[in-house]
C-alpha cells in the first residue's frame, strides 16, 4: 500500500490516531515527527507568553527554538521580529534617558535647578520609576530650595528661608 515508502508519512492525511509497524524504523520516524510538532507548538507558545510578559530576551529565545525546529514557520518569524523591534526600540529609549540624565545632573552641578527639573520632568511617566531619575530629581528639587532659602535669608525673610530650608530637607 505505501509502495515501499516510509508509511508513517500517511498518518495525518489517513487520520490516524494510532500506528502500529512491526518496523522499529517506520515507528521511530513517526515519532520523531510527532515530537517534532510538539516542540515546535511548545517553543512557539513559550515565546508568545514571554512577548506577553515583556520578557523580551526569552521571547526572543524560544522563537528562535520554534524557528530551528520549523524554519518556514511566518508565526515564529514574526515573532522574533517582533522581539528584535521591542529590544532596539528599548535600547533607543535607555540611550535617551541616560542622555537626558546626564544632562539633568550636569545642570544641577551648575546651579541651574529650574533647567535640571525641567529635563527630568520631560522625561515621560515611563522614567519617573527609575531610581536614576529619582536620584536626580531629588538632587535638583534640594539645590532649587537650597537656593531659595539662601536667597529670602540674605535677604532678611527668615520665614521664608526657614519655609524654604523645610520644603528642601521634606
Not at 508568545?48 to 524560544?62: P, V, W
Request: proline share 2%.
Amino acid at each position: 500500500f505505501t509502495r515501499g515508502q516510509p508509511p508513517w508519512r500517511y498518518l495525518r492525511p489517513l487520520a490516524a490516531n494510532l500506528f502500529l509497524s512491526t518496523h522499529l524504523s517506520d515507528v521511530r520516524a513517526a515519532l520523531d515527527a510527532e515530537m517534532a510538532k510538539i516542540d515546535f507548538y511548545a517553543h512557539l507558545d513559550s515565546a508568545q507568553a514571554k512577548m506577553t510578559a515583556h520578557d523580551l530576551l526569552s521571547a526572543r529565545y524560544f522563537a528562535e527554538l520554534a524557528l530551528a525546529t520549523d524554519p518556514n514557520s511566518g508565526a515564529a518569524r514574526d515573532l522574533l521580529d517582533q522581539a528584535d523591534q521591542a529590544i532596539d526600540q528599548g535600547a533607543a529609549e535607555s540611550l535617551v534617558l541616560e542622555g537626558r540624565l546626564r544632562m539633568a545632573d550636569s545642570l544641577v552641578s551648575y546651579g541651574q535647578y529650574d533647567k535640571a527639573l525641567t529635563v527630568v520632568r520631560g522625561l515621560g511617566e515611563g522614567a519617573l520609576g527609575d531610581g536614576r531619575v529619582i536620584v536626580v530629581t531629588r538632587k535638583a528639587e534640594f539645590g532649587y530650595w537650597q537656593d531659595a532659602a539662601r536667597t529670602a535669608f540674605n535677604q532678611g525673610d527668615y520665614v521664608r528661608a526657614k519655609t524654604a530650608a523645610d520644603s528642601a530637607l521634606a
